[in-house]
């Protein structure tokens, strides 16, 4: 999965591959990084990155998303397809494949796609609640369903692998 923030006005971009231990392999700007996360909720996490255990405070505004970490503030954006269009940097719908995983805990309500379903760039995939909300967890790219990996009633934890498209 590909992650693109703005952050101090220059774009970085993330890859994240799991890990056979339950983690994470991050690959950035050339350097790649072990990364494990021990508990996240929307507003605290903490997380292993490189041998070191972080703490960190989240908060979310709009677009902007805030985080303090030992000290350090930090002030980013996320970039997704449709910011990209709307700053010229976009070629219509993209393609290709996407691993979407839970951005929440949560129980998921209703699965609104099957594996083989043909879907658009930002069509919703399933609807799930987290602290009495229902959100639409929609696909960042156009493609067919490979494998849904979740049924209704189910509780997903952050970064739960929800569905597969190709």
Do not use: W
């Amino acid at each position: 999965m590909n992650l693109t923030f703005e952050l101090d006005g220059e774009t970085v971009s993330i890859d994240l591959e799991p890990a056979a231990d339950g983690g994470y392999r991050a690959r950035l700007e050339g350097r790649e990084l072990a990364v494990h996360v021990h508990h996240i909720t929307p507003v605290y996490a903490v997380f292993t990155a490189a041998g070191r255990t972080y703490r960190a405070q989240l908060a979310a505004a709009r677009n902007a998303h805030h985080v303090a970490i030992d000290g350090e503030f930090y002030d980013f954006q996320v970039v997704t397809q449709r910011s990209r269009e709307r700053s010229g940097g976009g070629r219509g719908a993209q393609s290709g494949g996407a691993r979407i995983t839970s951005p929440m805990p949560g129980k998921v309500i209703r699965v609104l796609v099957e594996d083989g379903q043909e879907v658009a760039a930002g069509q919703g995939l399933l609807i799930l609640e987290a602290m009495k909300m229902e959100n639409e967890i929609r696909t960042p790219v156009a493609g067919k369903v490979k494998r849904v990996h979740v049924t209704a009633a189910q509780m997903v934890m952050p970064a739960d692998l929800l569905v597969e498209v190709e």
